[in-house]
């Protein structure tokens, strides 16, 4: 199913769940679901770059990403380009990877991508995370690094 404006949002956290960085972009245009995701990992790996956070680790709750970033050489479309430029950049940083992980642990970036009406464009916060998200992240942090 196409959407005609997607908002994405994304977490970066510390290997013990700190948190860094979290981004709210809105994508225009008509996408799918996986399209969509991708173009918000991408996203984010531009600002793990950006603000020069070593060692990223990719996790999303798709796991049809982590599959088309695991053949993205194979994938002849344009999400095959997206995939292509998300691994290239992680296998560029040394340590970076990308995994699959479960929709409990990884709400955070969802209910931000669910506040649509609070912004339009892109928002970025680093260090301090907005209130609204405080509860979630440790939520998140139970359901991934205690489980």
Same mark, same amino acid.
């Given at each position: 199913? $196409?959407? @005609?404006?997607?908002?994405? &949002? *994304?977490?970066?956290?510390?290997?013990? &769940?700190?948190?860094?960085?979290?981004? /709210?972009?809105? *994508?225009? &245009?008509?996408?799918?679901?996986?399209?969509?995701?991708?173009?918000?990992?991408?996203?984010?790996?531009?600002?793990?770059?950006?603000?020069? *956070?070593?060692? !990223?680790?990719?996790?999303?709750? @798709?796991?049809? *990403?982590? @599959?088309?970033?695991?053949?993205? +050489?194979?994938?002849?479309?344009?999400? &095959?380009?997206?995939?292509? @430029?998300? $691994? $290239?950049?992680?296998?560029?940083?040394?340590?970076?990877? %990308?995994?699959?992980?479960? #929709?409990?642990?990884?709400?955070? !970036?969802?209910?931000?991508?669910?506040? +649509?009406? #609070? %912004?339009?464009? #892109?928002? =970025?916060? =680093?260090?301090? !995370? !907005?209130?609204?998200?405080? /509860?979630?992240?440790?939520?998140?942090?139970?359901?991934?690094?205690?489980?």
């Amino acid at each position: 199913m $196409r959407q @005609s404006s997607v908002m994405e &949002g *994304l977490v970066a956290r510390g290997s013990n &769940g700190q948190f860094l960085m979290a981004a /709210n972009k809105r *994508l225009r &245009g008509s996408w799918v679901v996986e399209e969509a995701e991708a173009i918000a990992a991408e996203f984010g790996v531009q600002l793990v770059k950006q603000h020069n *956070l070593m060692n !990223p680790i990719l996790e999303t709750d @798709s796991l049809g *990403l982590v @599959s088309k970033i695991d053949d993205a +050489k194979q994938i002849e479309s344009e999400i &095959g380009v997206v995939c292509r @430029s998300i $691994r $290239r950049y992680l296998e560029e940083s040394g340590l970076g990877s %990308w995994q699959h992980i479960h #929709r409990e642990g990884n709400m955070t !970036p969802h209910c931000m991508a669910d506040s +649509k009406s #609070r %912004w339009d464009e #892109r928002v =970025v916060w =680093v260090d301090s !995370p !907005p209130s609204f998200l405080v /509860n979630q992240l440790v939520l998140d942090n139970v359901a991934t690094y205690t489980g």
